[in-house]
T-cell receptor, first 119, second 106 residues
């Protein structure tokens, strides 16, 4: 089946530093990827839609200058949490849909997630 | 946007069928019903999807009512590893509600 890989799986950083999270589609090309954030005991919250070769589309309330998204190739999207603070500590998850599987539907395959802890 | 309503929690005995309901009364004609699940501390996993007809794959069956206002995900022989939060989604861009926490007990 389709595979979406995230790296790193876990990162600890100091307050004020920036952290980059990678999301790769390993066996398909993805023109669109999605980024989610999940706080403990809560559901996934859609942060942004990452579009290959163009600017990301952010959900309301998500700071685009805080969460920089780059989708420079058809297999890689990156999320950079800039000047991270403890309140940014969360579980970040990406997803993509393999076009050969989805057709008119939109089945998403998810990465395993990145747990960010900001000290 | 079509929204979904699911019970907060359910439990099921191992080996029995788990039937998870979902109401999506505002679904539009071209919107699919998708089911995902999330096992603790992992990324969500796609289970099954459908438009109008009932669907079955190696993981589960999906029963969609004729008016498409509700559906049921069926895990025919639940195992302990099926303990997870199950999400029913009808938006093209997946947005997650609170889902149903299914606990499968021995």
């Amino acid at each position: 089946g389709a595979v979406v890989s995230q790296h790193p799986s876990w990162v600890i950083c100091k307050s004020g530093t920036s952290v980059k999270i990678e999301c790769r589609s390993l066996d398909f090309q993805a023109t669109t990827m999605f980024w989610y954030r999940q706080f403990p005991k809560q559901s996934l919250m859609l942060m942004a839609t990452s579009n290959e070769g163009s600017k990301a589309t952010y959900e309301q309330g998500v700071e685009k200058d805080k969460f920089l998204i780059n989708h420079a190739s058809l297999t890689l999207s990156t999320l950079t949490v800039t000047s991270a603070h403890p309140e940014d500590s969360s579980f970040y998850i990406c997803s993509a849909d393999p076009p050969y599987l989805t057709g008119p539907s939109n089945i998403q395959y998810f990465g395993a997630g990145t747990r960010l802890s900001v000290l | 946007d079509a929204k979904t309503t699911q019970p907060t929690s359910m439990d099921c005995a191992e080996g029995r069928a788990a039937n998870l309901p979902c109401n999506h009364s505002t679904i539009s004609g071209n919107e699919y019903v998708y089911w995902y699940r999330q096992i603790h501390s992992q990324g969500p996993q796609y289970i099954i999807h459908g438009l109008k007809n009932n669907e079955t794959n190696e993981m589960a069956s999906l029963i969609i009512t004729e008016d498409r206002k509700s559906s049921t995900l069926i895990l025919p022989h639940a195992t302990l590893r099926d303990t997870a939060v199950y999400y029913c989604i009808v938006r093209y861009i997946p947005t997650f509600g609170r889902g149903t926490s299914l606990i499968v007990h021995p």
